[in-house]
């Protein structure tokens, strides 16, 4: 099989379970096989928890683990602590749930800064100092962090640092009447992704990534990448604008997009279709955009309508 059928498979396997949703479930595993990590954002019910489950029932071999962030959760929780030994008189390194090929973060803003934090280096450098050593988190590593956007009583703002390290950062929202009575039909006798089997392997998605990075990124899209987040250093209406890093973050994703499209470029219209969700999340407005009732997402938007598109 070619790198466009191990994507179709993963994807129509995903998208057997997650139903309605064919083009939040394309975005992810774009962001997965980018190499980076995604935020779910979305109201209670809506399948986020389903989603991820069924991206690492789909994978042979990828180990997955979930973190139910609480108010009381530690950073050492999350990365891993040394338990004395009486047996050997010495200290055991017992790993978190950092050390897998999938995390799940569930309801990340109920967890305090300062564990948040402990996911910093992590997402960003893929290794944890823990104790004064560094572990490298080799092959897989991608987190799917999700948060309820409507409830804020004991939850803690996720901060610019952290949301930087998100390379996409989307919404699954409500299906429509009919996929919902599909949804329906489908769990009468139990829940579609007890069914679910591996489609490919651990090994086949570290070879997307891989793959990903020969598509061909010709020079005038990069420019017109960095035009585009350079945009939003020069918006009135924005306080703290995009990165390079989200520049980066955008052509990988485009990268892998073109995998999924089965082009072995990539093209204007793919950098577009994903750019709201790379770049808005990342973004800061001013308080007087803000009580004006202006979004991120809709100033990335007018900014994809006005930047010179590459003929």
């Known amino acids: 099989m070619n790198e466009h059928q191990i994507a179709g498979k993963l994807e129509t396997a995903v998208s057997s379970v997650v139903r309605g949703q064919s083009q939040v479930v394309r975005k992810v595993l774009a962001c997965l096989v980018s190499g980076g990590h995604i935020l779910l954002e979305d109201y209670p019910g809506t399948g986020k928890t389903t989603l991820a489950k069924a991206i690492s029932r789909s994978i042979d071999g990828a180990d997955f683990k979930r973190a139910q962030f609480t108010p009381d959760l530690l950073p050492s929780d999350i990365l891993g602590i040394s338990i004395y030994d009486p047996r050997s008189t010495e200290f055991r390194f017992h790993p978190g749930p950092i050390f897998t090929d999938i995390l799940l973060a569930d309801e990340i803003n109920r967890a305090s800064p300062r564990t948040q934090s402990a996911l910093l280096e992590a997402m960003g450098e893929r290794q944890a100092t823990i104790e004064g050593k560094r572990y490298d988190l080799d092959g897989m590593f991608f987190v799917i962090a999700t948060q309820n956007p409507v409830e804020f009583r004991g939850t803690y703002p996720l901060p610019e640092a952290q949301m930087d ?83 980066l973050g955008l052509m990988k994703v485009s990268q892998a997009m073109a995998i999924f499209e ?50």
């Open 165 to 247: 390290r998100f390379m996409m950062q989307c919404s699954l929202g409500y299906v429509g009447t009919d996929e919902e009575s599909e949804i329906l039909a489908a769990q009468m006798g139990g829940h579609p992704i007890d069914e679910l089997k591996p489609v490919i392997t651990r090994d086949d998605v570290i070879g997307l990534t891989k793959a990903s990075q020969n598509i061909r990124f010709s020079e005038e899209l990069r420019h017109y990448v960095v035009s585009l987040v350079a945009a939003t250093r020069q918006h009135e209406a924005i306080q703290l604008a995009a990165s390079p890093r989200a520049s």
């Open 262 to 311: 089965g082009l072995d470029f990539v093209t204007p219209e793919l950098i577009q279709s994903v750019a709201v969700d790379v770049i808005a999340h990342r973004l800061v407005l001013a308080a007087e955009a803000r009580y004006a009732g202006s979004s991120a997402r809709e100033i990335v938007r007018e900014l994809i309508e006005t930047v010179p598109v590459p003929a």
